[in-house]
């Protein structure tokens, strides 16, 4: 993407306080999933009066943050957000968020693949809920085919074994800007996946139409929703978390810099192993038929959706705008 960085992050302060498509994810998205999480928290009866412990990458207006305290969800205190975690690596963006949010239970200010792996990151976790809204590739052109990202996912899952939680991730989808290589290795290794299971293969070449490699070739977008929740899927189950694929949802993004691109989000909740009613075989019996429901699974198009619905579209819209410019408790104490 090219262009200045005041005229890059004038583009992104946009898209994240008037972009109607991020912020119909937002509600219709996060904000569902994030409440059924809720729900479960307070049925544990050690739990029955807790808030969520939410990990983040809030951007300077936190829109994400103010949603789920608004509802509920999350504590917002005189001081701050208490059970809120971020990461942030630009420290001007810090200090905007430190500005909107006060007082946070934890701030890592670092990149997200580097925080993962520190003692300190370990010792908050888990959380309830995380919300990965990454602002590249999975596989970025710059970057190793080995992803930093897909590492530091695979860590997050470690991190949460045994536990229950949500797990939200969003990324770009833009073939011009992925790592060839990289790419071609994850085709390789799901190719190789199906080896060892050709029933899983079956239904994917039946519900995609073809295999793996040549809907990586015919539409890069489709072929990250239904080869994409196969890994974490399996990552999870490795790791002792049986999950669920909770929705999909993509929409396009046409930058004044740069190629059209879109953004997929994925929503996957995860429990922990008991012994007493799912074992390994029961988990592993579970996973396999969330990976099938993925690929019959067919991505909201949240485009489409809102081109037939201008009046939520002009509401999302206003109520972006809203929470961007909402002050905090502590400022209206």
């Known amino acids: 993407m090219s262009g200045t960085e005041q005229e890059k992050r004038e583009y992104f302060r946009k898209l994240y306080t008037e972009d109607p498509a991020k912020h119909y994810v937002r509600v219709h998205g996060w904000l569902e999933a994030a409440r059924t999480r809720f729900q479960k928290i307070r ?22 943050v103010f949603l789920l305290a608004e509802n509920g969800i999350i504590e917002e205190s005189r001081v701050g957000f208490p059970g809120v975690v971020y990461c942030e ?18 701030v890592f200010s670092d990149s997200f693949e580097r925080a993962v792996f520190r003692n300190q990151f370990q010792s908050y976790c888990p959380f309830d809920i995380i919300n990965l809204d990454l602002t590249k590739e999975i596989f970025p052109l710059n970057g190793k085919p080995e992803s930093n990202t897909i590492r530091a ?10 536990s229950a939680f949500d797990l939200y991730i969003t990324f770009k989808s833009s073939l011009k800007e992925t790592n060839p290589e990289a790419v071609k290795e994850f085709t390789t290794m799901v190719n190789d996946n199906f080896q060892v299971n050709k029933t899983l293969k079956d239904e994917f070449v039946k519900h995609c139409g073809m295999e793996v490699g040549e809907l990586q070739k015919r539409d890069f ?21 049986a999950g669920s694929i909770e929705g999909e949802y993509v929409y396009l993004r046409k930058p004044q810099f740069g190629e ?12 922990r192993k008991n012994p007493g009613y799912m074992g390994k075989h029961k988990m592993v019996t579970e996973t396999q038929a969330q990976i099938m429901k993925s690929f019959t699974l067919s ?35």
Request: glycine letters at 4%; hydrophobic letters at 40%; a positive charge.
């Open 153 to 162: 996912i695979d860590r997050l899952l470690w991190l949460h074994k045994n």
């Open 260 to 271: 059209p691109y879109h953004i997929v989000t994925f929503l996957f909740a995860f429990g």
């Open 43 to 64: 049925s544990e009866a050690r739990r029955c009066s807790d808030l969520a412990r939410y990990f983040t990458f809030p951007g300077e207006y936190a829109i994400d």
């Open 221 to 241: 977008t489709l072929f990250w929703c239904k080869s994409f929740p196969k890994w974490v899927l399996e990552t999870g189950l490795t790791n002792n978390v």
């Open 299 to 333: 991505p909201i198009d949240v485009d489409k959706y809102l081109s037939d619905h201008n009046s939520e579209k002009a509401k999302l819209q206003k109520d972006a705008k809203r929470i961007a410019q909402k002050p905090p408790k502590m400022a209206v104490i």
């Open 89 to 106: 690596r630009q420290p001007e963006i810090i200090s905007l968020i430190s500005k909107k949010l006060g007082k946070c239970r934890a």
